[in-house]
Nanobody
Framework: QVQLVESGGGLVQPGGSLRLSCVASGSIFSINDMRWYRQAPGKQRELVATIFRGASTNYVDSVKGRFTISRDDAKKTVYLQMNSLKPEDTAVYYC????????????????WGQGTQVTVSS
């Protein structure tokens, strides 16, 4: 089995920063693309950032220039550095990774973390 666990969420003032981490564990053979999603109350889950296996990245327009996604494959971890946070960034943030387990080589399955709350408020 594969597990993703997020951490780093919390309460921060507007303009502040947080760094989210998501570590993968379990019977992992390979990790392909990794992503951060967020879901605000009453809203659809939104793809915030993607980092591909080759380390190229994509961001939703609303976070460009403020958020940075990165990965450390040795640690099986994806990060989301969030700067200049705004109240509208308030959401539960979920990490997602396409993982091939050791028992199913070459077959990637999307795993999800449990989510971490980010609240941006004065």
């Amino acid at each position: 089995q594969v597990q993703l666990v997020e951490s780093g969420g919390g309460l921060v003032q507007p303009g502040g920063s947080l760094r989210l981490s998501c570590v993968a564990s379990g019977s992992i053979f390979s990790i392909n693309d990794m992503r951060w999603y967020r879901q605000a109350p009453g809203k659809q889950r939104e793809l915030v950032a993607t980092i591909f296996r080759g380390a190229s990245t994509n961001y939703v327009d609303s976070v460009k220039g403020r958020f940075t996604i990165s990965r450390d494959d040795a640690k099986k971890t994806v990060y989301l550095q969030m700067n200049s946070l705004k109240p509208e960034d308030t959401a539960v943030y979920y990490c997602n990774a396409d993982v091939a387990s050791s028992s199913a080589l070459g077959i990637y399955y999307p795993y999800w973390g449990q989510g971490t709350q980010v609240t941006v408020s004065s």
